[in-house]
């Protein structure tokens, strides 16, 4: 329904900057998504502003600028790198005579085409048809008010009204489906909370290389290419780490600047791995002079969704593209690791990253020698059960001595339900 054509759209780009200098790399960007969405750049219209104008965004003498562009390039649409209201964007179709699609328009076609699994295609059409929502306004040309029949006589219903009511509809029942999704993606968090199995979450900036790192860690085959939003869809898999513990990761989407509010709120299930993982591995594109706007951008979106406070590992990626790049360890003033730096691309300082992972989990462990009497065979196998046994010994009496490992939290509950732990403990 809201796909468009993927290649072969003549379009006029348009960028300007409101009360600020121009930026070449904000501007690469934009020619990147439109790229990403198919469209065939003809002609780039830039100025600058001290704000934008309410009913052209761009005024008057700017909106001429583009109409010679269209006329002369033979363009089909108008892309402007910047959110424009309903009424801008149905003054500006006016103006040119074509179709005028802003930055969230953009966005949403770019998810459009990437979206493969069946929770993202729903993701998708949701966050387009909130977005429709609001260019609901009348001035449409077909609002004729509907004719009733007999035992219907009367105003009727505006075809307005009746979009507005067929759009609700089906935003009602994409939600309905996606709260089933989300229900099933939560028993799978609460089904590893209980198996004390921790989840990592690969977050960053669009084609930072969060996936390229995904296939590495876990030796599958997540769709990979050099673009923009290449992955949509979540995949989880499972990571053996150096010291035999294991971990689930999690490759999200990525983020961009400006990332529309109707995706945000659209892909609430999916980014729901990332709010409740237990640790956050930011990748960061090494090689971009932009990367700390990019770190940032990636930080406004963690606090809208409410993973701002989880712990980071900043995964400083493409270290092949910067001269004399060489993979290495930075660890906080607590001795923790803090920054890796590696290329996910042929591998190097991976294994740095294994052990940075199995060292900020292991320290959430605790050792404890036990010894328990000849009765005490029953919570001998809730120790067996719960932790990881370093050590067993039999003792003279009928009895074990055992050195035990338990994460601290599965340590504090089995105290709370075995109130005579405490006597037992050696060390």
């Known amino acids: 329904m809201f796909d468009r054509p993927k290649v072969g759209e003549k379009a006029v780009l348009v960028h300007v900057d409101i009360g600020t200098r121009p930026d070449a790399d904000e501007i690469a960007e934009f020619e990147e998504l439109a790229l990403s969405a198919g469209a065939r750049s003809m002609a780039m219209v830039m100025g600058n502003r001290r704000s934008p104008d309410p009913r052209l965004y761009i005024g008057r003498g700017k909106a001429e600028e583009v109409k010679s ?95 507005r009511r067929l759009l609700n509809n089906r935003i009602a029942q994409i939600r309905r489906r996606l709260e089933k999704v989300e229900s099933q993606r939560g028993q799978g968090r609460r089904a590893r909370n209980k198996a004390e199995v921790p989840t990592v979450s690969l977050v960053g900036y669009t084609n930072a290389g969060k996936s390229t790192l995904f296939n590495r860690l876990t030796n599958s085959g997540v769709f990979v290419a050099d673009q923009l939003f290449a992955t949509l869809d979540p995949t989880l898999r499972r990571v053996d780490l150096p ?97 890796v730096w590696l290329s996910a691309r042929d591998g190097a300082g991976v294994d740095l990253l294994l052990q940075a992972l199995e060292e900020y989990f292991h320290q959430a462990h605790v050792r404890k020698q036990l010894r328990l009497g000849p009765t005490d065979g029953r919570m001998r196998a809730r120790l067996f059960e719960l932790g990881k046994v370093i050590m067993e010994q039999e003792t003279d009496d009928g009895g074990w001595e055992l050195e035990v490992e338990f994460s601290q939290k599965v340590f504090e509950q089995l105290s709370r339900q075995e109130e005579t732990l405490g006597q037992r403990l050696i060390a």
């Open 69 to 163: 562009a269209v006329v002369a390039e033979g363009a089909e649409l108008v892309i402007f790198n910047h959110s424009l209201s309903p009424s801008q964007e149905r003054n500006l179709e006016r103006e040119f005579e074509c179709r005028v699609v802003d930055r969230t328009g953009l966005i949403l076609d770019i998810f459009a085409q990437r979206a493969r699994s069946f929770e993202g295609k729903l993701q998708v059409e949701l966050a387009q048809l909130r977005h429709l929502s609001t260019r609901l306004v009348r001035g449409w040309t077909h609002l004729e008010r509907q004719k009733g029949g007999i035992g219907l006589r009367g105003p009727g219903e505006t075809q307005l009204e009746t979009d």
């Open 243 to 339: 010291g035999q513990g294991s971990l689930v990761l999690a490759d999200t989407v990525g983020f961009i600047s400006q990332l529309p509010h109707e995706l945000v709120s659209a892909f609430k299930s999916t980014l729901q791995e990332t709010a409740e993982a237990s640790l956050l591995l930011h990748v960061i594109d090494a090689a971009s002079p932009q990367r700390m706007a990019c770190v940032a951008e990636v930080n406004e979106v963690l606090k809208q969704i409410g993973a701002d406070e989880l712990p980071q590992i900043a995964i400083y990626n493409k270290i092949d593209l910067i001269e004399g790049g060489e993979p290495h360890l930075e660890r906080g003033e607590d001795g923790l690791p803090r920054r």
